[in-house]
């Protein structure tokens, strides 16, 4: 979920202050994993008691006429937690797997660390990305995707 906000350009203080309330209001240590979350474009949003909050603005009510269309889930298995989540192409996000953390799909290998060492796309040909691709058993359109994904959350 946090993915998402980045990509979607939540700002960061709009995120803290979300967590903050969603903690206090879902009960949970984990509310960005909780089925009542959703987002449109900048915003993020919780089903508290049946109603709407922009959970950002420390739970402004919605309208839900208004917002209900443009709404965009995450999925979520049988106990109500995250699930497999591909938030790019050739990424996903496990909370299974390395804490939740953005990985190439279907590995566990997260694209910040390809990032950390490689760099940038343009280096993926380069000896160190070689090398990468040999050690981690990545094709160079793998690595292209998670370096793609991550430059997305810098932008």
Same mark, same amino acid.
């Given at each position: 979920?946090?993915? $998402? +906000?980045?990509?979607?350009?939540?700002?960061?203080?709009?995120?803290? =202050? /979300?967590?903050?309330?969603?903690?206090? *209001?879902? %009960?949970?240590?984990?509310?960005?994993?909780?089925? $009542? +979350?959703?987002?449109?474009?900048?915003?993020?949003?919780?089903?508290? =008691? /049946?109603?709407?909050?922009?959970?950002? *603005?420390? %739970?402004?009510?919605?309208?839900?006429?208004?917002?209900?269309?443009?709404?965009?889930?995450?999925?979520?298995?049988?106990?109500?937690?995250?699930?497999?989540?591909?938030?790019?192409?050739?990424?996903?996000?496990?909370?299974?797997?390395?804490?939740?953390?953005?990985?190439?799909?279907?590995?566990?290998?997260?694209?910040?660390?390809?990032?950390?060492?490689?760099?940038?796309?343009?280096?993926?040909?380069?000896?160190?990305?070689?090398?990468?691709?040999?050690?981690?058993?990545?094709?160079?359109?793998?690595?292209?995707?998670?370096?793609?994904?991550?430059?997305?959350?810098?932008?």
């Amino acid at each position: 979920m946090i993915s $998402e +906000l980045r990509i979607r350009k939540v700002r960061p203080n709009h995120i803290c =202050v /979300g967590a903050r309330h969603l903690v206090q *209001e879902l %009960g949970t240590d984990y509310p960005f994993a909780h089925k $009542e +979350l959703a987002t449109v474009r900048r915003s993020f949003f919780a089903n508290i =008691v /049946g109603l709407s909050e922009d959970a950002g *603005e420390s %739970g402004q009510l919605a309208f839900e006429d208004i917002i209900d269309p443009f709404l965009k889930s995450v999925s979520f298995d049988q106990s109500d937690m995250a699930k497999i989540w591909k938030p790019y192409t050739g990424v996903w996000i496990n909370p299974a797997f390395q804490a939740g953390a953005p990985c190439v799909d279907g590995t566990r290998i997260p694209t910040a660390q390809l990032a950390g060492l490689i760099g940038s796309e343009k280096d993926i040909d380069s000896v160190v990305g070689i090398e990468v691709s040999e050690d981690y058993g990545l094709t160079a359109d793998q690595i292209r995707a998670a370096l793609s994904f991550e430059a997305s959350l810098v932008a």
